[in-house]
């Protein structure tokens, strides 16, 4: 990314000056002995050095537009993808899907980071603007194609599958590139805070889709007999369906225009002297990561927890109705479990923002909360057993801790991967992070697909997985040559 700035004396002055040359001798000591004449001595010549004071870089406020485009288009990708999960009743009333199909639906995210590395290399060598507008076309297509009007609907199932597919493939930009931007675009002092912004509101897509699905699309009466419902309420929810598909490919096609009309890969002048810095080749950036051991512990802290926690969220509808929690129930804890992590999220980030060095002490406190909460929710559906009380407000309040905790993490993890294993681009090394979470959400999906009668094994994956992180924050020795490179460079 170094060189991509505009010019090689627009980098000088963030670059440390030239140490003094030294005058090579040109005779040893014994030799002049020899000759009787006195012994040189090696003098130091000072050569004249243009020693230019390093600066502090430059940032723009342009870089809030770009966030704002960025973090817009996290929103509808998260808000796309999880359309369907706080509506599984319905939708399967409306387009007669399974309960595989439900969950597939779900697991189109995860299959789409398979070519996420694509992505990550396209971003490292082209920049923000042709990664985004790839993306965001693709958020398009298939936006568009789950809103075919076809009348058969094994033909409509596999639209809305194509669809779901294509919104997939736009998941590693959006999940990945929140550590490149807040990089290439803000100072030291507000990295952590644009990381957090821009990352988490992808998750807040998420959480819109359990507020806006339960409130626009009716539940069906006796859920539990279909069979009962009649033909009016049929065409009435899916037609309500519908017109949330129609209004989520209007969002996400506004989105795209935005984003064509203006938005640049890059500013005219780099904000830090680890933006101006080199990075690391792709083949060599991979070696790099797979060779570092303390990248591989807090890498697996994060991909464990947070693939369960995406996947068992994705599917929340399905595990609070054997507790007989309704459908509108349902998406408001995974609403608020979202809102509050994204809210606590942003407040962590910029407290690490003032306070450097602190994030493996952040990690750890979130990791505790998350374990605890993770255990509460968990013995508390097991009330037959362990005989908790099961009520509205025990779910309530654990399942949003839960999410708090959890998501609250992803900025503060992801700038811990940036600090740990710099120079090493950004882009490549979230992405293998968010490929690793994706594949155990893909695992644990894929297991669901054939085990979905019975949720107990889901929910102890929770507190198990949190635990592990716990453990593996603990042992980690935390660094930050990003960080040190900006002040020591930079003062």
Known sequence: MGLGWSSAEERQPLLPPAPPQRRPERRGAAAAAAGGGPVPVAVPVAVPVRRLAPAAGRVYGRRWLVLLLFSVLGFAQGLVWNSWGPIQNSARLAFGFSGWDIALLVFWGPIG?????????????????????????????????????????EIRKKLIHGGQLLNGLAGPTVMNAAPFLSTTWFSPDERATATAIASLLSYLGAAGAFLVGPLVVPSPNGTSHLLLVSESTTEHIKDRIEAVLYAEFGMVSLIFSAALAYFPSRPPFPPSVAAASQRLSYRRSFCRLLSNFRFLMIALAYAIPLGVFSGWSGVLDLILTPVHVSQVDAGWIGFWSIVGGCVVGIAMARFADFIRGMLKFILLLLLSGATLASTWFTLTCLNRVTHLPLTTATLYTSCILLGIFLNSSVPIFFELFVETVYPAPEGITCGVVTFLSNVFMGVLLFFLTFYHTEFSWFNWCLPGSCLLSLLLILCFRESYDRLYLDVVVSV
């Open 113 to 153: 980071f398979v070519p996420c590395f694509f992505f990550m290399w396209l971003m490292d060598k082209k920049g923000l603007r042709v990664t985004v507008l790839l993306t965001s076309s693709l958020m398009v297509l298939g936006a568009g194609l789950r809103c075919v009007p076809v009348s058969d609907l």
